[in-house]
């Protein structure tokens, strides 16, 4: 091995050591009790260990409703983004009509808007439709995802033309074309999609805490967000203990997904046909 690709796979290791560390200093600080957590110096590893942190956790607020709530509102994202994405990739990608790429390109900017500059307009027409305090407020808003788009279109312009014009030649029509051919062939980036959409739904705190107001609607963020807060005296080993339960879907669903993201990432970026 080269000095240079030596130094290179050094220089990657010790940055995601530098990344590992937090994760690591909350997941043993979990164990710990709230004296060794003040002591000077830091004591890395807990003495004793204080498993009890995680069913005091679990006891102190309704994890399992928000944990629910969590997953259902994620699981409805990512379904509804995967098809609504795919439709509206497949239309920039593959439908040619005056403007076309002028739009494409308008829709994609808007990916550079903050959410905060939105949220204002965003939040009186959801009172209008109602939705203030519901779950829809969460769902509807996510599935508009400019991103999602911009890397569907990328897969499906990586797909030959020359399949759906030998469907269409059989008498396929356009639907039949994408949900037979255009579909099968983009199921990587549908599968990096949806994990990269799930991460998004679950961690999301900033339209949970705006929309919902009752503590049967929270999600896990925004239940952490209220155990921090209701304590006059803050046990932080309960705090990172709910913290590590969770992180636990995240990790998991980046584990089983992290080739299909930095896959997607790849082709994302390669020009069309």
Same mark, same amino acid.
């Given at each position: 091995?080269?000095?240079?690709?030596? @130094?290179?796979? @050094?220089?990657?290791?010790?940055?995601?050591? @530098?990344?590992?560390?937090?994760?690591?200093?909350?997941?043993?600080? &979990?164990?710990?009790?709230? %004296?060794?957590?003040?002591?000077?110096?830091?004591?890395?590893?807990?003495?004793?260990?204080?498993?009890?942190?995680?069913?005091?956790?679990l006891a102190a607020m309704p994890f399992g409703t928000a944990y629910w709530n969590s997953l259902y509102i994620a699981a409805v994202t990512v379904a509804l983004t995967l098809l609504t994405s795919a439709m509206a990739a497949y239309a920039f990608a593959r439908i040619r009509f005056r403007g076309s790429e002028v739009l494409f390109v308008v829709f994609l900017a808007t990916q550079m808007v903050p959410?905060?500059?939105?949220?204002?307009?965003?939040?009186?027409?959801?009172?209008?439709?109602?939705?203030?305090?519901?779950?829809?407020?969460? +769902?509807?808003? @996510?599935?508009?995802?400019?991103?999602?788009?911009?890397?569907?279109?990328?897969? +499906?312009?990586?797909?030959?033309?020359?399949?759906?014009?030998?469907?269409?030649?059989?008498?396929?029509?356009?639907?039949?074309?994408?949900?037979?051919?255009?579909?099968?062939?983009?199921?990587?980036?549908?599968?990096?999609?949806?994990?990269?959409?799930?991460?998004?739904?679950?961690? &999301?705190?900033?339209?949970?805490?705006?929309?919902?107001? &009752?503590?049967?609607?929270?999600?896990?963020?925004?239940?952490?967000?209220?155990?921090?807060?209701?304590?006059?005296?803050?046990?932080?080993?309960?705090?990172? *203990?709910?913290?590590?339960?969770?992180?636990?879907?995240?990790?998991?669903?980046?584990?089983?997904?992290? %080739?299909?993201?930095?896959?997607?990432? *790849?082709?994302?970026?390669?020009?069309? %046909?």
């Amino acid at each position: 091995m080269r000095p240079r690709q030596v @130094a290179l796979h @050094a220089a990657l290791t010790l940055g995601g050591l @530098a990344m590992l560390f937090p994760f690591a200093w909350m997941l043993l600080t &979990s164990f710990k009790g709230v %004296r060794q957590m003040l002591n000077n110096p830091l004591d890395w590893l807990p003495d004793p260990w204080r498993w009890q942190n995680y069913p005091d956790a679990l006891a102190a607020m309704p994890f399992g409703t928000a944990y629910w709530n969590s997953l259902y509102i994620a699981a409805v994202t990512v379904a509804l983004t995967l098809l609504t994405s795919a439709m509206a990739a497949y239309a920039f990608a593959r439908i040619r009509f005056r403007g076309s790429e002028v739009l494409f390109v308008v829709f994609l900017a808007t990916q550079m808007v903050p959410a905060q500059v939105t949220i204002v307009p965003l939040y009186l027409m959801l009172a209008e439709f109602g939705w203030i305090d519901s779950h829809l407020s969460l +769902i509807v808003p @996510a599935v508009a995802n400019p991103f999602a788009v911009f890397l569907l279109r990328q897969f +499906i312009r990586a797909v030959p033309v020359e399949l759906e014009e030998a469907a269409r030649m059989d008498g396929a029509g356009r639907w039949r074309c994408f949900w037979n051919i255009v579909l099968p062939n983009i199921r990587p980036g549908l599968g990096a999609l949806g994990i990269i959409a799930f991460l998004t739904s679950w961690n &999301s705190f900033f339209f949970p805490l705006i929309f919902l107001n &009752s503590p049967e609607l929270a999600t896990v963020p925004l239940l952490l967000s209220q155990f921090s807060g209701e304590r006059t005296a803050v046990d932080y080993g309960l705090i990172l *203990a709910g913290s590590a339960i969770a992180v636990v879907p995240t990790l998991i669903a980046f584990l089983i997904g992290q %080739r299909r993201i930095i896959n997607s990432m *790849a082709a994302s970026g390669l020009g069309g %046909r």
